[in-house]
């Protein structure tokens, strides 16, 4: 299962998740699980009849975004099969619909595709539901659709269902009951300079809902596409003489990947990712307490040194 997160903040919005995979038994398998996919758009004109050979015109590019509850199975496939779908677009221009509503139906057409078959064969592990969403070519308007499956009673046939989702600053949810509920009780506290990081970060690291853990991944819809950033964490970790220091850790993704390993700039390539540090100013009050803690230790050595000296030690 998971936790995956939705709202807006003035004109943009976001997704966030964390990286836990589970098993039927809830048991962990992966910490390191991408469940937020950047969704390429591509929109091309019709082939010339008289050559069939030249390349087609591209028409529109975007991104579009989607996130996912659920089987990683079920998620993973969907969103490369979704990827390729709407990345491979022929359109007719003033006669085709390529809004944000009819891809959206595209979209969901390959979700209740895709979950079919593999809900026949692992019943409810087979299934996923999804946040999918981007700026409507026409429009430049923002729209996110939530697609799930429904069961009226068990033994009862599974059917498929598409819902427009109105997002405000307030977050919406996907994923583990428990987590929901948790996320609900938090954000109704209204703590002060309580973001919806420290929400997901809160049930991360919630012993008791076993199946939200790992580490966060964030993806943002702005200036009319969609594109996912790394998340900057930090944590407290004794050095060699025991005093605890601030250790920052760059995560993409789920994932704690190095790109500044110096295979990854190989043939001075430079790897353009945002980085959103959501804790920055914590992380700095910490950084400031261990600073002077420290000084502090530092100040209580050399005063037993001076005074074993003057002891004549």
Known sequence: MTLC?????????????????TDAEKKVTSDE???????????????????????PQLLHRTNYGLCFAGSYLNG???????????????????????????????????????????????NECGLSSVFFGGYCLETEVFRLYKFYALQDAPGQPVYF????????????????????????????????????????REIIKDGEIATVGGKMQFGEFKWNTFKTNGIVEYSLEPNESGIKQVIGHFNYRGLSL???????????INIMKTFFDPFESE?????????????EQQDKWEAAIRKKAENGG
Do not use: C
């Open 5 to 21: 997160l939705a709202w807006r903040n003035g004109n943009a919005a976001y997704l966030a998740s964390d990286s836990r995979l």
């Open 33 to 55: 699980a991408t469940k937020i996919f950047k969704i390429g758009v591509e929109v091309y004109a019709p082939t010339p009849h008289d050559d069939p050979y030249q390349e």
């Open 76 to 122: 993973s496939i969907l969103a490369d099969t979704i990827g390729e779908v709407l990345s491979n677009i022929q359109a007719v221009p003033d006669q085709s619909d390529i809004s944000i509503e009819n891809l959206s139906n595209i979209a969901f057409g390959v979700y209740e595709q895709v979950s079919r078959p593999l809900m026949s064969i692992h």
């Open 161 to 200: 269902k598409k819902d427009e989702m109105a997002l405000t600053n307030t977050p919406i949810y996907l994923g583990d009951s428990n987590a929901i509920i948790k996320a609900e009780e938090l954000i109704a506290l209204k703590k002060p300079g309580y973001t919806h990081f420290h929400l997901l």
């Open 258 to 268: 190095d790109l500044n390993d110096k295979a990854l700039r190989s043939g001075h």
């Open 283 to 295: 992380r700095w009050e910490l950084f400031e307490e261990t600073k002077k803690s420290i000084e």
